[in-house]
């Protein structure tokens, strides 16, 4: 959940000891947790007041371990313990209070947090008789409420002044924040986005580990080498790739720096997990993220037969919903005709799985490598589209022509520019889908007399799936 704003899960998972302890771990409903621990840790005496405010700090403590994965960024198969030790109180099974479980159904969707920051607060608390701790003091609400306190100034009193309470917050499936696809070089999306915020904040902590100067979402050579010597200095295999074993270590080093599982937290700003690219797509949204939806959808649908192709337009309409559903039925995806994090992970899973294996002689031009191309960039697919741009600067002068080298410098990236400016696309001198195919297009009619791209010929067809 550490990538973007903080959410209700609709269930959530108990360890019930321990967390290295051999325990069994139980899933409830989330309310459900909450009227468990509230039933445990409070007494349904108390005023109304007092309930509240320990409710408030409940729901906010348990949101808090969820959002930061602290402990399945550590390789457990849960959310949280049952013990006091290192949780809440939970006990497996038991009733719950009627008044206490009333509150919970009003509340169990409101968080706290720090003003100016997006995450669940850390809300540490203790009973305040035989333990104390900087954070609220059970039995210490019962006196405020008593005196007239109402449940936001009770908890103003234990954390502060400069507290929100978020109300009504959306609930939701958990995702874990993984984005369940290896990021590499020239990988590319919000994930990366959020990968180099992570890194640059750790290297404030850890100098050695270089700044990634333009956090803009795209794994570049900045990145790459950000990323080799954060895994160098933690002791991991230095590969410059982000799996689930390196991408949760920086997620648990990041949150130790900032001290967001603390009361002390620096805090998380909106501007840290706000999107650099459309997160979800749906019927009547125009833009590049549609496109390079509809590229890969028509490659997927060339090679699937049963995955409908959709034309390369930019607008999502009757037709790519029709294709996005027929690509999550043969993927076993919810057939929503939405496309959000986990239908574009698998799009983009089953199409790097075609553009790997299709042979390089198999077609007349070649498929997007599935990784953004950027100066710096080092590889065949480079090679590629200096190749194609040599070939169109015969015909439109005004676009350089490049030495087929594999390395991408200042005058690919200068070729790439001229070509995007000749063609109406955003001169960004990166080669993404959409450029790629811009290119393959041109070169393909330019060469060929007609269009040769993979998707507009038939292919061999996939049809198990």
Known sequence: MLTGTPYIPETITVHLGAPDSPAPNVTLDFPSY???????????????????????????????????????????????????????????????????????????????????????????????????????????????????????????????????????????????????????????????????????????????????????????????????????????????????????????????????????????????????????????????????????????????????PVEITGYFGEQTEKSVKSFQRVFGLPQTGFVDRMTRNDLYRAYKGIADSVKPDYTAVALYPGTVLREGASNGSVRIIQEYLTYIHETYPNISAVNNTGYFGPVTRQAVTEFQQQFGISPTGIVGAITWDSIAGVYSDLRYGFDKRPYQEPGYIITGG
């Open 34 to 308: 909450i009227k468990n621990v509230a039933s445990s840790e409070i007494f349904p005496t108390w005023p109304d007041s007092a309930l509240q405010a320990n409710i408030y700090a409940i729901v906010s403590f348990a949101l808090n371990r969820l959002y930061t994965e602290w402990y399945r960024a550590q390789g457990y198969d849960f959310d949280i313990t049952a013990t006091t030790q290192y949780d809440q109180k939970f006990i497996n099974g038991r009733e719950y209070f009627e008044n206490i479980s009333h509150l919970v159904e009003e509340l169990y969707d409101d968080y706290i947090r720090r003003q100016g920051s997006i995450e669940p607060l850390y809300t540490a608390f203790c009973n305040g008789t035989t333990t104390t701790c900087e954070g609220l003091s059970q039995w210490g609400t019962v006196d405020l409420a008593n005196r007239g306190y109402t449940p936001y100034e009770i908890l103003q009193h234990y954390y502060g002044k400069d507290i929100d309470i978020v109300k009504n917050a959306p609930v939701k499936t958990s995702q874990p924040s993984y984005p369940g696809i290896p990021l590499e070089f020239g990988s590319a999306g919000n994930d990366v986005r959020s990968l180099q915020i992570f890194l640059n904040r750790i290297s404030r902590n850890y100098p050695a580990i270089p700044k990634i100067p333009d956090a803009d979402g795209i794994f570049d050579t900045a990145t790459d080498d950000a990323v080799r010597t954060f895994q160098q200095v933690f002791g991991l295999e230095v590969t410059g790739v982000v799996e689930q074993s390196t991408w949760y270590r920086i997620t648990s080093i990041y949150t130790a720096v900032k001290r967001i599982a603390e009361l002390d937290s620096e805090g998380v700003r909106l501007e840290e997990i706000l999107p650099s690219f459309t997160e979800d797509l749906s019927v009547g949204m125009q833009s590049d993220e549609v496109r390079i939806l509809q590229y890969y959808l028509a490659v997927i649908g060339a090679y699937y037969e049963s995955v409908i």
